[in-house]
């Protein structure tokens, strides 16, 4: 099975070529809906907890199935420095997140982008402080619209410039512990029906704003 890489919102989003262009669709328009709901309810980068309940609270009412909420909070590494692809790799696997390898090869090819795309997604610094907070959210969507989708964040207290994905982070920088959340969803093509054409037009011109294809 191979993918397309996307960007939803700041999301890395693998999307199997064995979906139908519909599929597809479906998928990223899910995933970015779920995506603002989860940011009109609580402020990106204020409550992780909250958001990610808030996100996955709205998956399900698009009519999909969760199976799986894995929820782990990790210390960072003791010492030394350490990048954001070097942290999520060992986890992809213990979080069952389908096709680890192909989101750590997408995650490391994105790893030199310093857009603003990408930045203003991954990174939140409030005004006058230098305590930062970065969350990364990756998803796959593969045949039937499963989506598998994984967030990890955390505060840390350094300041850089420079690609989020790229940037080592000192360990002893890092506040507290590195949280990670994530679902498992089967997004039932019958009850997506019913919501669909609302979807389409709430998300009006995000779709084509927040939706970027890469390869």
């Not at 809906?33 to 990610?52: H, I, T």
């Not at 954001?84 to 390898?101: D, F, K, N, V, Y």
Request: net charge negative.
């Amino acid at each position: 099975m191979n993918y397309v890489n996307y960007i939803c919102a700041g999301a890395v989003v693998l999307v199997s070529d064995e979906l139908s262009v519909g599929e597809v669709q479906d998928g990223l328009d899910a995933l970015l809906y779920c995506q603002a709901v989860a940011s009109g309810k609580v402020p990106a980068f204020a409550n992780f907890e909250r958001w990610m309940n808030a996100n996955t609270g709205a998956v399900r009412t698009l009519g999909g199935l969760v199976w799986s909420e894995p929820c782990i909070d990790v210390p960072p590494p003791r010492s030394g420095r350490f990048s954001l692809c070097e942290m999520i790799a060992p986890l992809l696997g213990q979080l069952a997140l389908t096709s680890p390898e192909a989101l750590q090869a997408s995650l490391e090819a994105l790893s030199l982008d310093a857009s603003a795309l990408l930045q203003s997604e991954l990174l939140d610094t409030p005004n006058g402080q230098t305590q930062q907070t970065v969350r990364l959210k990756c998803a796959v969507i593969t045949p039937g619209v499963s989506i598998a989708a994984v967030v990890i964040c955390f505060k840390f207290d350094e300041k850089f410039s420079g690609p989020v994905l790229s940037h080592r982070f000192a360990a002893e920088n890092v506040i507290g512990n590195v949280s990670i959340r994530g679902y498992r969803a089967l997004m039932e093509t019958e009850d997506y029906d019913l919501s669909r054409e609302t979807v389409v037009s709430l998300l009006g011109c995000q779709r084509q704003e927040r939706i970027i294809r890469l390869t």
